[in-house]
């Protein structure tokens, strides 16, 4: 196979056992539901800087629960098969692509309930949704790298909040900087560098990912 059927393979694979399963994703949509559900008996009326951090928050540890296991999942056995078949370039790209996939859908539909739920106070709504987008995406590429590394680890859910902690408060800080330009309704000229830090966060994660990764998957 070459490079480009492997992935889409993959990531077919990926679908369909989760498609299989039902388990993690349902458990997901329930927590996000439930969470902000709770947020709202706990708060009923917030302003929009509480809105935003909620909203963020909410998304974090989301995206944590569903990224987590990318890896973790996978048996020794399964893993040396991958081996013997698909270069570890195809498997690594294949988990970003699937993971962002799944965070777009899982983010799209918690500011779908939080927007219903909690008065919505934004000034520029597509910005903010672009904001959601770039914020889906960056938590997807983080997160798989971190599991990726520590899926290899013996006490990796540990591993995986040292590693994840440096990366994803900068991460977490122009992304917060981005919406706040778009609940406030600033021009959209005001939130290009956020966008543009928020765009080579990605692509540098990804390169990394595709030259850390082969190390990792011989050991």
């Not at 900087?177 to 406030?184: E, T």
């Not at 543009?196 to 990912?209: D, E, K, P, T």
């Amino acid at each position: 196979m070459n490079f480009l059927t492997q992935i889409q393979f993959l990531v077919y694979k990926e679908m369909l056992l989760e498609w299989r399963s039902k388990f993690a994703l349902n458990s997901i949509l329930l927590y996000v539901v439930s969470t902000v559900f709770v947020c709202y008996q706990a708060f009923r009326s917030v302003d929009g800087t509480v809105w935003n951090a909620l909203f963020w928050i909410i998304l974090l540890f989301a995206s944590v629960n569903a990224i987590a296991r990318s890896f973790v999942q996978e048996s020794k056995g399964r893993q040396l098969y991958y081996y013997t078949l698909v270069s570890p370039q195809a498997i690594i790209l294949s988990k970003i692509i699937y993971n962002v996939i799944l965070m777009l859908g899982l983010s799209v539909l918690a500011f779908f309930v939080y927007s219903v739920v909690f008065k919505n106070p934004l000034g520029d709504p597509p910005l903010y949704f672009l904001a959601v987008v770039l914020g889906s995406i960056s938590f997807a590429t983080v997160f798989t790298m971190i599991s990726g590394i520590s899926a290899k680890a013996n006490n990796s859910g540990t591993l995986m909040a040292i590693l994840g902690f440096p990366v994803i408060i900068p991460l977490l800080i122009v992304l917060i900087k981005l919406s706040k330009n778009a609940m406030d309704g600033l021009d959209r000229t005001v939130s290009y560098d956020e966008i543009i830090v928020l765009l080579a966060i990605n692509a540098i994660v990804v390169a990394v990912s595709l030259l850390l990764f082969p190390y990792i998957w011989r050991d």
